[in-house]
């Protein structure tokens, strides 16, 4: 494999080992026509022509082709320039050595999906595209939770309560459990509100509709605010 002829050193740069004259007679031979550097964003990578021209519309491959349209400099041992990031580079070079995508966890879909289509890689955006709508389809489906209240407030401040409710909090459902004291020469009114609010775990994603759990749950206690005026009128 290409990334076995070398070694990385401290700065992320790769250091190639020494060769003998004799080998330095063949590099100049064939291998020089086989292999290929890379300055990717000051890292060094080490590949085969054929490997760059897996996508003929690719800029790799006009690269490799040494294209006389295509504007590329290279540094000082001849390592064709490209400003661009090599940490994302990585995976855009071996999907075209072994046609798999393969992705360490921290890195983003997105963030190789921007080099892919830097790189004008067909193939590859599809791919990238196909997992990204994947997994923002696996993440939307994810149930809500919800957490409920239950408040207990007097007629007067049933309207501004309802009124003032924010942060996401819903009303579910009025129950009245009579009149309780006496102000003045008006009965005051009790009531027992119910409200509800949804939960959203971020790395996740949000869900509008709530579950099949949620629903059994607000009816589990809408039945219980039920009973405790049931309870509280006797």
Not at 126 to 152: A, G, N
Request: aromatic letters at 8%; glycine letters at 6%.
């Amino acid at each position: 494999m290409a990334e076995n002829s070398c070694e990385t050193s401290g700065s992320g740069h790769r250091r190639y080992p020494a060769h003998s004259p004799g080998d330095r007679n063949v590099s100049a031979g064939v291998g020089a026509s086989k292999w290929i550097r890379l300055n990717v964003g000051g890292t060094y990578f080490l590949t085969t022509r054929q490997t760059l021209c897996r996508d003929p519309k690719s800029f790799l491959y006009r690269l490799s082709q040494a294209d006389p349209e295509l504007d590329s400099d290279k540094d000082e041992t001849g390592a064709y320039l490209i400003d661009r990031d090599p940490t994302y580079f990585g995976p855009v070079l071996n999907y075209l050595r072994h046609g798999k995508l393969v992705l360490n966890r921290d890195l983003a879909e997105e963030g190789v999906l921007e080099e892919a289509e830097f790189y004008n890689i067909t193939s590859l955006i599809k791919l990238i595209k196909d997992k990204i709508r994947e997994r923002d389809c696996k993440t939307s489906q994810v149930p809500v939770k919800h957490v409920y209240r239950v408040l207990q407030c007097q007629e007067e401040e049933l309207t501004q309560m309802v009124s003032t409710m924010s942060d996401g909090w819903k009303f579910e459902q009025l129950v009245s459990i009579g009149s309780s004291y006496n102000y003045g020469n008006e009965d005051q009114a009790e009531f027992l509100c119910v409200v509800s609010k949804e939960l959203h775990n971020q790395s996740y994603g949000t869900n509008s509709e709530p579950s099949e759990k949620a629903k059994v749950t607000r009816e589990q206690v809408c039945r219980l605010v039920e009973l405790l005026a049931a309870s509280a009128a006797f």
